[in-house]
């Protein structure tokens, strides 16, 4: 079973800039991709940045995507914060698993991470 944990969230001022990390773990299984969501209060889910599970960085406007190395977590890196920014972060991760030889898609979210900015 692959699971799917993001950290890093808080109360930032905006301004500042902050990391998140999505850390998936579980056995025999590959990452295609990993995307960042974010849901504002009361609004929909949306999406932030992502990158491919073989990359090594992505940049989206404020938002970096990038990992140190390819079996550690993937980090968001936010710039700029703004109070706009607050909401729920997610991590998304869509890879294979292998099961006594056979290869099986999975598709999981994290439970998410809060961020909040202050003005």
């Known amino acids: 079973q692959v699971q799917v944990a993001e950290s890093g969230g808080g109360l930032v001022q905006a301004g500042g800039s902050l990391r998140l990390s999505c850390t998936a773990s579980?056995?025999?299984?590959?990452?295609?991709?990993v995307d960042w969501y974010r849901q504002p209060p009361e609004k929909q889910r949306e999406w932030v940045a992502g990158?491919?599970?073989s990359g090594v960085s992505s940049v989206t406007g404020r938002f970096t995507v990038s990992r140190d190395n390819a079996k550690g977590p993937v980090n968001l890196e936010i710039s700029s914060l703004k109070p706009e920014d607050t909401g729920i972060y997610y991590c998304?991760?869509?890879?294979?698993?292998?099961?006594?030889?056979?290869?099986?898609?999975?598709?999981?979210w994290g439970q998410g991470t809060q961020v909040t900015v202050s003005s």
């Open positions: 579980g056995t025999s299984f590959s990452i295609d991709h």
């Open positions: 990158m491919p599970g």
């Open positions: 998304n991760v869509r890879g294979l698993r292998n099961i006594r030889g056979n290869l099986y898609p999975f598709d999981i």
